[in-house]
């Protein structure tokens, strides 16, 4: 789960906190996982790539990501009107999805 302190929280199957992801600096408004993965979106204007097993930051993606899906290999962030699409292997943009008038969640 995401929060309005800025951190991720992970949790048991039981409902018990398992740990706490530290690392950004804005509200925490998104979060997406697949089976290697989890995403964060925040208002700091960053997504962050974490390695769910261990709780470390694998990479920070300068981009309006204040909304995250996840897929296998990319990550769809969104914020600003402009939906990017990023590839998990290399963490570079792959496309740019433009069309919504305002902000594309």
């Known amino acids: 789960t995401g929060s309005c302190d800025d951190t ?23 979060v997406a996982a697949n089976k ?20 470390q930051a694998r990479s920070v993606l300068q981009t309006p990501g204040a909304c995250v899906a996840l897929g296998e290999n990319m990550l769809a962030a969104a914020g600003d009107g402009v939906v990017r699409l990023l ?11 433009r069309g919504h008038e305002g902000r594309g969640w």
């Open 8 to 30: 991720i929280r992970l949790w048991s199957p039981e409902g018990s906190p398992l740990a706490t992801l530290t690392g950004h600096t804005d509200f925490v408004t998104s």
């Open 36 to 55: 290697d993965t989890l995403a964060s979106g925040s208002l700091d204007n960053t997504v962050r790539l974490w390695d769910p097993a261990t709780g």
């Open 87 to 97: 590839d998990l292997r290399s963490a570079k943009p792959a496309r740019r999805l």
